[in-house]
Nanobody, 128 residues
């Protein structure tokens, strides 16, 4: 079974940092695109950052460019999201997801409907 386990959320003050981890199992890590998505209360889910190791491609939402960094450790089947310079508007539940969709893989596309498998969320709260 494909499983994704997100962790690393917590509460920080504005300007702080967190690192989220997404541990994957049940599939060949390199063959998938992996993405981080978030959903704030009352808002739609949005793609934050996605990575496709097979094409060495990453993608970031404009709102997090320069502050967040996505990376992968294939030996550990884990994708990380380093979040620096956190802002109150980053407060949300963060989800990791995996996609076998060709478009997602070729372009590290961060479009939720392209993603087949989802982990449970981890809550990030940023206070001002």
């Amino acid at each position: 079974d494909v499983q994704l386990q997100a962790s690393g959320g917590g509460s920080v003050q504005a300007g702080g940092s967190l690192r989220l981890s997404c541990a994957a199992s049940g599939f060949t890590f390199d063959d998938y695109a992996i993405g981080w998505f978030r959903q704030a209360p009352g808002k739609e889910r949005e793609g934050v950052s996605c990575i496709s190791d097979s094409v060495m491609s990453t993608r970031y939402a404009d709102s997090v460019k320069g502050r967040f960094t996505i990376s992968s450790d294939n030996a550990k089947n884990t994708v990380y999201l380093q979040m620096n310079g956190l802002k109150p508007e980053d407060t949300a539940v963060y989800f990791c997801a995996a996609s076998i969709n060709t478009i997602a893989i070729r372009a590290a596309a961060c479009h939720g409907p392209l993603y087949n498998y989802w982990g449970q969320g981890t809550l990030v709260t940023v206070s001002s």
